[in-house]
Structures are given as structure tokens and as C-alpha cells.
């Protein structure tokens, strides 16, 4: 009985894998036509100041539109494009799309994951100056998003990537926080601008736990070391609340908005930002 269920599962595995496998193959030939095709597209999600309660940035957000699976998300994507070497290229393009829409819009900052692909191009730095010229962003509007698996070794190539880019007037986050390994001196010797946390800890806010006490502790850490906090996730008013209240600095989430195509991105900001009315503490905590 045992044997049997057990060759059952083995069988049941292998399907699986297969098919992932099969999967597999298929999104890596398709990331290649979509490259050249039109495919690929941008999204922004609003990310809002929690002093002023307005838009002053937004993330981009890859996505592919597959002609015919439709939309597939990044998390699964991206891994694949990484894993056979496209990733620098897409990655530009993206750096590209985005730069040129953050010099149209002078007012709202552009944040941009930055892979580690990209991160660890030998020509990073030389490009991204090539990209302020063709696309006259002004690059302090600019923040790159990096995230904590790149920090896994402290390494004086890392010290100098990041110092390079900063150099150029980037902003530099760290994204996902809480999700990786990293350890609390590289906090200290990176000098991050600012600090994501990811949204896994948002999310635990609202149930009983220890959440509450590490969230707080994040916001304490990351001021003391100079950074702006930002809420991931927010995704209740219970939330929202919470995490202006406890002092982190911009919020972003689906409470506010999903990530949008850029026109729908403008015309959102500009309805939000005419109709907020600067929200205090203790206006919030009447909620
Ligand atoms: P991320 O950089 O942490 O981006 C935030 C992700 O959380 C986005 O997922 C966003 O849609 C989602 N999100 C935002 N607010 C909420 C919320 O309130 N609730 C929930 N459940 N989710 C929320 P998305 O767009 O699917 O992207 C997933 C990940 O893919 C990103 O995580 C980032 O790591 C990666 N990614 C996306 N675009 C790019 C890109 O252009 N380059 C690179 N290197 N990575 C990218
Ligand atoms: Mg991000
Ligand atoms: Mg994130
Ligand atoms: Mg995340």
C-alpha cells in the first residue's frame, strides 16, 4: 500500500515537473519574439506620501501581454529571463521606457527595479549615463530598486556599483525587505536611500503576532540610519493608518491603486492629488 502510493506521488511529481518544464521551454522562445515584437509594456503604481497625503512617485511594473496567454506576470517571467541571459536586455528597455517618462512627468519620481543582472553589468554605469543624455531625465527624480539577494556577500564591487550610482544623482532603495538575508551591517555600510518593506510584513500588521513589534522596528532602523521608509502592500484603510501612524514615510499599495498604464497613471494622480486633503495623525486615528 505503502510502495504503491509512493510510486503514485513519484508519477504524480514527475507529471508536474514535466509540465513546468514544458512551460519552461515555451516562455523562453516566446521572451524572445516578444523582445523584438511589441509585447512588453510598462504599468505604475501610484506611491503616495504619507505627510501630505499626495502622488509624488510611482513604480514601474513590467509586463508582457503574450499573444496568446495574455498576461503574464513578472514573478514568473523575469526568473526565466534572468536564467537564460535575457534579462540585461529587458532590463534596458525597461530602464529606457521608464527615464523617458519620468523627464515628462517633473513632478513625480519613477522608481525602477533594477535586476541583478543589471546590477553586476560591467557597462552599468556607463549606460545609465548614455540613458540621462538620449532621455534627459533629470536622475535625482530617479530612484533604482534593488533587492536584498544581491547583498548576500559583502564585496567592495558592490560598495563601488552602488557609490557609482549614487554618484550619478540615483536614488538607491532596498526592496523586499525583510524577505532576505541580509544582515544588518550591510544596512549600515550601504547607505540605502530608502527602505521597502516588503509586503508580507504589511500584510501580518493586522493579525495578532509579532509583526507589529518588527514592523515598528524597521521604521525606528531605517530613520536612524537616514532612510525613508516605505510601506509594500497596503492594502486596507486598517493599514494605510497603521503605517502613517507609526511614521513610515510613503505608502504604496492596492488600497491606493493597482499599478496603471502611464495615461491612466496621469489622469488618477491628477484626480488624487486634486481632491486629498492633507491627512494628520490625529485626523487618521478618528478613522
Ligand atoms: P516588487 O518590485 O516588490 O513590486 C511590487 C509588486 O507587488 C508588484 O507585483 C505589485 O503589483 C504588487 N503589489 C503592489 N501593491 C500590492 C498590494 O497591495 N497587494 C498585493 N498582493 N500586491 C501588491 P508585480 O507587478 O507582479 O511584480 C512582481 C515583481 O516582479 C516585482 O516585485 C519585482 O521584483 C519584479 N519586477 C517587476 N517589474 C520589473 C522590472 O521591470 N525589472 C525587474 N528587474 N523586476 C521587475
Ligand atoms: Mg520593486
Ligand atoms: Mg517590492
Ligand atoms: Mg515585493
Known amino acids: 500500500e505503502a510502495k504503491r502510493l509512493g ?15 514544458r512551460q519552461k521551454r515555451e516562455i523562453e ?5 516578444a523582445l523584438n515584437g511589441e509585447q512588453f509594456d510598462l504599468h505604475y503604481q501610484p506611491i503616495i506620501s504619507a505627510r501630505s497625503n499626495r502622488i ?53 519620481e519613477v ?12 557597462d552599468l554605469e556607463i549606460r545609465l549615463r548614455e540613458l540621462i543624455a538620449e532621455t534627459g531625465v533629470s536622475p535625482t527624480m530617479v530612484t533604482l530598486e534593488i533587492t536584498e539577494g544581491l547583498l548576500l556577500e559583502p564585496s567592495p564591487r558592490i560598495m563601488a556599483t552602488l557609490q557609482a550610482i549614487r554618484d550619478l544623482g540615483f536614488q538607491i532603495a532596498l526592496d523586499d525587505f525583510g524577505t532576505g538575508f541580509s544582515s544588518l551591517s550591510y544596512l549600515v ?43 509594500e502592500g497596503v492594502e486596507t484603510v486598517t493599514d494605510s493608518v497603521t503605517m ?6 510613503h ?22 492629488n486634486s481632491s486629498s486633503v492633507a491627512l494628520q495623525f490625529d485626523e487618521a486615528s478618528n478613522l
Open 189 to 231: 555600510e550601504y547607505r540605502f536611500d530608502k527602505l521597502k518593506i516588503d509586503r508580507s510584513f504589511v500584510s501580518a500588521i493586522s493579525q495578532a503576532g509579532s509583526a507589529q513589534t518588527v514592523v515598528q522596528a524597521v521604521i525606528r532602523l531605517g530613520h536612524a540610519l537616514g532612510m525613508e521608509v516605505v510601506a
Open 56 to 108: 509624488v512617485a510611482a513604480e514601474a511594473l513590467l509586463r508582457w501581454n503574450h499573444p496568446v496567454k495574455g498576461m503574464i506576470s513578472p514573478s514568473v517571467f523575469i526568473p526565466i529571463a534572468e536564467e537564460i541571459g535575457l534579462m540585461s536586455k529587458l532590463g534596458d528597455w525597461v530602464l529606457k521606457r521608464a527615464m523617458t517618462s519620468a523627464a515628462l512627468w517633473p513632478d513625480i
Open 111 to 122: 522608481t525602477i527595479n533594477l535586476s541583478p543582472a543589471q546590477f553586476y553589468q560591467s
Open 29 to 33: 522562445m516566446d521572451l524572445l519574439e
Open 7 to 21: 510510486r503514485g506521488h513519484a508519477a504524480w511529481f514527475t507529471t508536474q515537473m514535466a509540465a513546468s518544464l
Open 244 to 249: 502613517r501612524f507609526w511614521g513610515s514615510d
Open 251 to 272: 505608502l504604496q499599495g492596492y488600497f491606493f491603486s493597482r499599478p496603471l498604464p502611464a495615461d491612466e497613471l496621469i489622469a488618477f494622480i491628477g484626480s488624487y
